[in-house]
């Protein structure tokens, strides 16, 4: 079997298309346009790719980008109040800040910093216990794009084994919580796990998020099973790969996602979801 390839990009173009016009239609109509502020603090170059993409994007769709800048030795204390001037103003419907931060910032409260409405990451507690309560008002962008894949290619999920590898809280919690909400049951799996190949054959959609190359291989796939590769890795060649084994995964599976061209676009395209509905929110609550 030779696994159809879910195509990201493609997808991601749809829904940018679809931002696109809703963010004129809010322009049109309210005369409000949509603005996303993204900060980084510090040079970590993986991060200045996300950044430049994630304004690109912003820019392409008609919302308003604004990346902060700020050097890595910046304090706490003029981060925080960088973000309490964000969460004051108006014409900012988005915030997001980049992560990892420098070490001599605490990540946790930093994101706590953020207003809850404004929080597109959706990282926020609030944020996190309203999705874990059955109630979203912001899905984590890269599980939100994972859904809408899914969903683009008719997977049923209800009552479907739904394997995760990697519980981290920017994606797999958040993405266990979105399979178990359409009825997956779902099993995360963790640097702990004893016999990870165990778990991940009995997956009839398995979500590889690690952040090692290679770590899910072709023996370790259900037949049949679609794979979801979010893992964004350099391989030892210099090329980008995911956490998938993808020559020997894609010959059992029955659909799978490349990286390149999977994952990661949709990621932004959901960020962009995220923004606009932010504004589309705040005309209401002014009406
Ligand atoms: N760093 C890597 N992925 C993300 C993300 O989705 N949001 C933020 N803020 N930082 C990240």
Do not use: W
Not at 80 to 108: F, K, M, W, Y
């Amino acid at each position: 079997m030779s696994a159809r390839i879910i195509d990201g990009k493609k997808l991601s173009a749809q829904i940018k298309e679809d931002v696109a016009q809703r963010v004129q239609a809010l322009q049109q109509k309210h005369g409000i346009q949509a603005g996303l502020t993204v900060v980084l603090v510090g040079e970590d170059p993986a991060s200045q790719v996300y950044v430049r993409n994630k304004g690109l994007a912003c820019e392409a769709a008609g919302l308003k980008s604004e990346i902060i800048r700020l050097p890595a030795d910046t304090t706490e204390t003029k981060l925080l109040a960088l973000i309490t001037r964000l969460n004051q103003d108006s014409s900012v419907h988005g915030i997001l800040v980049q992560l990892p931060l420098p070490a001599h910032l605490d990540e946790h409260k930093v994101i706590e910093t953020i207003a809850p409405h404004k929080d597109v990451d959706g990282f926020h507690v609030s944020n996190a216990g309203m999705l874990m309560t059955g109630k979203p008002l912001f899905a984590p962008c890269t599980p939100y794009g994972v859904m809408k894949m899914l969903e683009s290619e008719n997977v049923t999920l209800r009552g479907a084994e739904a394997v995760i590898v990697g519980a981290s809280n920017i994606v797999g919690k958040p993405m266990a919580m979105l399979l178990l909400a359409a009825g997956a049951t779902v099993t995360l799996c963790n640097s702990k796990t004893r016999d990870l190949a165990a778990q991940t054959r009995r997956a009839d959609v398995l979500v590889a998020a690690v952040g090692r190359p290679g770590i899910i291989t072709g023996d370790m796939v259900k037949p049949g099973a679609v794979v979801i590769d979010v893992g964004i890795n350099r391989g030892a060649d210099g090329k980008l790969c995911g956490d998938v084994d993808f020559a020997s995964a894609s010959a059992v599976a029955s659909a799978i996602t490349p990286v390149p061209g999977g994952v990661g676009p949709m990621t932004i395209a959901m960020l962009l979801v995220n923004t606009l509905e932010a504004a589309e929110r705040s005309a209401n609550i002014s009406l």
